[in-house]
């Protein structure tokens, strides 16, 4: 699995979101949805075009590529595994979202996959349930 940084992790998961509610998605959602300038996004969304994870309509529009997709499906999973563990021992909502982001985008997917059965099993066990 492609790794990527946490910021691109976290527009990439941002259109995922975004594409499932609106068929067109434009740099303007990705800013307000991610709270931040135009002009950033407009800068990493030109990465992520360049890496084939995004692209781009005549009509300014955005979407996911295929191998954008398939990679969104597998960050997405280890992330919804993730973020209840987080917030179950005390976090909140966004830090429990940004440590999530982190690992995702440091670890590998082994090492994802041994954290995530280990939380489940030894401190929450009513999540493997």
Do not use: W
Not at 19 to 27: A, D, P, Y
């Amino acid at each position: 699995m492609m790794k990527l940084t946490s910021g691109k992790l976290r527009y990439l998961l941002t259109i995922a979101s975004l594409e499932k509610n609106s068929s067109r998605v434009r740099c303007i959602d990705i800013a307000v949805q991610l709270g931040i300038s135009r002009a950033s996004v407009c800068k990493m969304l030109s990465s992520l075009c360049k890496e084939g994870l995004l692209e781009q309509s005549p009509d300014k529009s955005l979407h996911i590529t295929p191998a954008g997709h398939q990679l969104a499906q597998q960050y997405e999973q280890q992330y919804r595994q993730l973020c209840p563990i987080f917030q179950q021992i005390g976090l909140s909502e966004f830090d429990a979202q940004e440590c999530s982001m982190a690992l995702l985008s440091q670890l590998s997917e082994q090492t994802l996959k041994n954290v995530c059965a280990c939380f489940e099993l030894h401190c929450f066990p009513q999540l493997s349930a």
